[in-house]
């Protein structure tokens, strides 16, 4: 396959079906970036070490400059701008402010996907520990801040979304079969 050579690709990015037609070697923050006009998907290293690229893929996190768009192919796609609330932040921004932990921002996007990640698995009845919260946000950089608030934030959010989320489950009325 050369260079050139063009492939067909249909996803749903933010909701939102699409299709086009690509270069075979188009990353996936290119396109995201070129193509749909959503350049809250930051391109730091470009080589997956940074994290700024951070999407969700089928609801995990991945790198979108190694995710060639190609291979995103028929799946669902979440971007910060997905994250978002139309003309306001997010309650992960929200928080993140709290905590003070923006300094220049390049990075929060990244972050932002990461810990909507992490509220997803609370929602699907994991539990993540302090640990476990820490080694997830590892795996992106921040060069201005440090982590400690962006943890922080995290951590508030995760503790937050356990307690919604057992109230919730608590006020489930039981069927007569669970009586």
Do not use: W
């Amino acid at each position: 396959m050369s260079r050139t050579d063009k492939v067909s690709i249909a996803m749903r990015v933010n909701g939102r079906p699409i299709r086009a037609d690509v270069p075979a070697r188009m990353t996936l923050a290119d396109f995201l970036r070129e193509r749909l006009g959503l350049t809250g998907t930051h391109i730091g290293c470009g080589e997956g070490l940074c994290g700024t690229c951070n999407v969700l893929l089928e609801s995990r996190s991945a790198r979108a400059c190694l995710t060639l768009a190609a291979q995103a192919d028929g799946t669902d796609i979440i971007t910060i701008e997905g994250l978002s609330l139309p003309g306001q932040p997010s309650p992960v921004q929200d928080c993140l402010v709290r905590h003070h932990a923006l300094q220049c921002g390049f990075c929060t996007p990244g972050f932002v996907v990461l810990i909507a990640e992490l509220l997803a698995e609370v929602d699907a009845g994991k539990r993540p520990t302090a640990e476990q919260i820490c080694e997830h946000l590892n795996s992106s950089v921040c060069r201005c801040t440090g982590y400690a608030p962006i943890i922080a934030a995290a951590q508030e959010l995760v503790a937050d979304r356990i307690v919604a989320k057992a109230n919730r489950d608590n006020a489930t009325p039981r069927t007569e079969a669970a009586r």
